[in-house]
């Protein structure tokens, strides 16, 4: 008895963790990036433009920028950032749960697999290439009009599971709506988020020059196309190769037998896509906020669940048991706001946009517009916000642009690339993060997949850049 209580108690503590407590939480890369930025902001002067208000939007004075007082972050501010963050995003984490509430309710009444048996079944034979091709098509053109990728936490859901039953993994999935989210949001055919702002603040027409913009977003699609489709060859032959081999995977396979397509689920899906199809009406002729669309799935799943047969009680269940599946995915987007949070309060953000700005000027035109692409790139990572990058640059970059001889139609070219591509590899971007979340991938794994995709499209973006340079990209 006593060799057996010597034995326990020699035991370490870290015993009681259960053995999925060795795997990255997805919390630990943020928090010492959370950790780098508070320590490097110390040591980065303080800076502010002056800012004007016109026609309800805030526009920076070029002329205006100048160093101020330095706010050093201390360790109460650190921890602060926290709440601050939470507080910051919480518009997006609500709408994160309520998606999560209203898919938990899809997942559970079996519709979300009885839909993707019945898609298989019907296209079993169709090659890898034309139905990705459709999907990321359609998915992209609709975030070039819109500028709203945070749809793609509603559509990665529905995506991974059609590509673990024609037998790839995760990451092909996620791959395919977000690869195709980001060609379309680097051109911004019509993208009211920076587009429009940024052709306002430079007084060109609106929506001008969208043909090149529809030959970039072609030529955009096909890259990140041809990549997904190597990956994908390579995991349906070996699924050892898999980034995601030996870690969980949240996706399980559909049993192609076990979900018949019912009356009750005909029902449901039915009132699913009038939901859905309402959802997206909003999003693009309404302008929904976070708050209308959390509302618009707060009622699809509560339709959908009484379209099934649920009782009341049943849906409630349902619902709340989705919204935990996303918890970890909204917990995760405060991090970013934290981060910003941490930049504002330093006042660090205006300093390195003045820097960075100040590295295209006395470069020959073409060299400049690669260098407006580069900066917005860099400035991405201090503010993911499409439309507070547009309101915040444009007043700098114009002026610049005049300066060097680049056509303001380019340099709107060249931002909105730079902007566009990095949304979908910084961690600072929440809406990144909680689509990973939602997908079961862990950040490093993603940023491991998209690494060498992103130094494809950026050369193909230099390249865009130099071509709108050479043909005159306007008009003017």
Request: with cysteine; hydrophobic share 55%.
């Amino acid at each position: 008895m006593m060799s057996e209580q010597a034995e326990y108690s020699s035991r370490p503590d870290t015993d009681i963790f259960p053995s999925y407590y060795h795997n990255q939480h997805p919390f630990l890369m943020l928090i010492v990036i959370l950790i780098v930025i508070s320590v490097a902001a110390d040591f980065i002067p303080g800076g502010v433009y002056e800012r004007v208000m016109i026609g309800g939007r805030t526009y920076v004075e070029p002329a205006t920028f100048h160093y101020v007082e330095k706010t050093t972050i201390g360790v109460d501010d650190f921890f602060l950032s926290f709440f601050e963050g939470f507080k910051s995003a919480s518009g997006l984490m609500a709408m994160v749960l309520f998606v999560g509430g209203a898919f938990g309710v899809m997942r559970r009444i079996g519709l979300m697999d009885a839909a993707v048996v019945a898609f298989v079944a019907g296209l079993r034979r169709v090659h890898f290439i034309p139905l990705t091709l459709l999907i990321m098509g359609a998915f992209g053109t609709l975030v070039s009009l819109t500028g709203m990728y945070e749809l793609s936490i509603v559509l990665v859901p529905l995506i991974i599971p059609v590509y673990l039953k024609l037998g790839y993994d995760v990451i092909v999935g996620t791959a395919v709506v977000l690869v195709a989210a980001c060609c379309g949001l680097s051109v911004g055919m019509t993208n009211p988020f920076f587009t429009a702002i940024a052709q306002h603040i430079a007084q060109l027409p609106l929506y001008s020059g969208i043909l090149y913009r529809l030959c970039s977003f072609m030529v955009l699609l096909s890259l990140g196309l041809l990549f997904i489709y190597r990956y994908a060859k390579k995991v349906k032959a070996n699924p050892q190769r898999s980034l995601m081999a030996g870690f969980p995977v949240t996706y399980g396979q559909v049993e192609m037998d076990r979900y018949p397509m019912t009356a009750a689920r005909r029902r449901a899906g039915v009132v699913f896509l009038l939901c859905f199809g309402f959802l997206l009406y909003g999003s693009i002729f309404l302008q929904f906020s976070f708050a209308q669309m959390s509302a618009t799935f707060i009622a699809m799943g509560l339709l959908v669940g009484l379209a099934f047969g649920a009782r009341p009680n049943q849906i409630c269940h349902m619902f709340a048991e989705g919204m935990n599946d996303l918890l970890i995915a909204a917990l995760a987007i405060f991090f970013a706001r934290a981060i910003l949070y941490i930049m504002q309060q330093s006042q660090v953000i205006d300093t390195v946009i003045h820097a960075l700005s100040g590295l295209i000027n006395g470069f020959p035109g073409m060299v400049s517009a690669v260098l407006i692409y580069c900066v917005q790139t860099s400035i991405n990572f201090l503010v993911p916000s499409g439309s507070g990058q547009a309101a915040m640059t444009m007043p700098v970059i114009i002026p610049l642009s005049d300066m060097v001889d680049v056509n303001r139609q380019v340099a709107i070219l060249a931002s909105q690339l730079g902007d566009g591509m990095s949304n979908f590899i910084f961690p600072t971007n929440g809406a990144l993060i909680a689509i990973l979340s939602v997908a079961g991938i862990p950040y490093r794994l993603w940023f491991r997949f998209f690494v060498p995709l992103f130094a494809m499209l950026a050369l193909a973006a230099v390249g865009l850049v130099c071509g709108a340079v050479y043909i005159g990209y306007g008009p003017f």
